[in-house]
């Protein structure tokens, strides 16, 4: 979509999409103090000083940090008071991802268990896209970029929340079972995508235009060969974390899986295409599943959705 496109005017015979364009204008921006830990590097040396001294200038985020530091995941033998050692004891990368899921919590404070399902489930696509970057490096994505894209990759429908609850619940209750059929939903309900209102917001907010990009195509079919550093990649990593979720998370069976039934699991519902298969090892990412899972609820938990 262009960059005229969404400076549009509101006329008379606006779509259902530039009526909703309005609304997304409309969120508040990031807040400045999250945008600048978002911009750090973990790597650096001095990535904790930072971290304590923009946390000094966020009241929340430091409460969050505590919070989950003194958390039963975390089970420290006694109190931890200050902000140095909660980040020594929660460590850089679950930060990373606390800071990332912070920022948009800001602007969609979850209202309703559905909200908070959505939560839950973005939160389990982030770090499973996460891991899943790490696990093919030779996609050359950064587990940071794939964290942020699997976080957002369904912000539209937090948009929707905000502004036609009532409508995205009829979504949800048209029983679809594949990323074609909720698309169609989509428009039959709204008259756009989920994906197209979430690649709007990005661009509301500034993010780069890969996390955009990604976010905007996240349901693409895929097939063929996938380029490193593409979004394709991205998108390929995005995928198979929202069904790895969508499909075994939420199932009721998961706990009592074998591992060579979970394997079979993620094999028919994850990796639906040979490309996919090709270049994700499926007992690898069963091995890795239980982490995936363990990891989104101790966020959750860290940002008071539990």
Request: proline share 6%; glycine share 4%; with cysteine.
């Amino acid at each position: 979509m262009s960059a005229t496109s969404l400076n549009r005017k509101p006329t008379g015979d606006e779509s259902p999409l530039d009526k909703m364009r309005r609304k997304v204008d409309q969120l508040p921006l990031l807040p400045q103090v999250l945008v600048r830990i978002l911009q750090l590097d973990p790597s650096q040396m001095d990535y904790f000083e930072e971290i304590d001294r923009l946390a000094r200038e966020d009241p929340p985020f430091a409460v969050r940090l505590l919070a989950m530091a003194n958390s039963a995941s975390s089970s420290p033998a006694e109190p931890i008071t200050s902000i140095k050692e909660s980040l020594t004891r929660i460590g850089a990368v679950t930060i990373g991802n606390m800071v990332a899921s912070m920022a948009v919590q800001r602007v969609f404070m979850p209202k309703s268990p559905s909200q908070v399902g959505l939560w839950t489930h973005s939160l389990r696509v982030a770090v499973g896209a996460e891991t899943l970057a790490r696990m093919l490096p030779e996609l050359k994505i950064l587990p940071g970029t794939a964290y942020l894209s699997g976080l957002l990759h369904d912000i539209g429908r937090f948009v929707m929340f905000e502004h036609a609850p009532e409508e995205l619940l009829a979504v949800d209750e048209s029983k679809w079972h594949s990323p074609a059929e909720l698309l169609d939903a989509d428009v039959e309900v709204f008259k756009y995508t989920h994906s197209e209102l979430g690649y709007l917001a990005c661009r509301h907010w500034g993010l780069p235009d890969a996390t955009a990009d990604a976010v905007r195509r996240h349901h693409d079919k895929l097939d063929g060969k996938i380029a490193p550093a593409s979004i394709e990649a991205t998108v390929l990593l995005i995928e198979v974390a929202d069904w790895l979720d969508v499909t075994i998370f939420n199932s009721e069976g998961f706990a009592g899986l074998s591992d060579d039934e979970l394997i079979d699991e993620i094999n028919e519902h994850c990796l639906p295409t040979e490309s996919f298969r090709q270049l994700v090892d499926a007992a690898d990412l069963a091995r890795r599943a239980p982490h995936i899972k363990d990891q989104a609820d101790l966020l959750v938990q860290g940002l008071g959705l539990a």
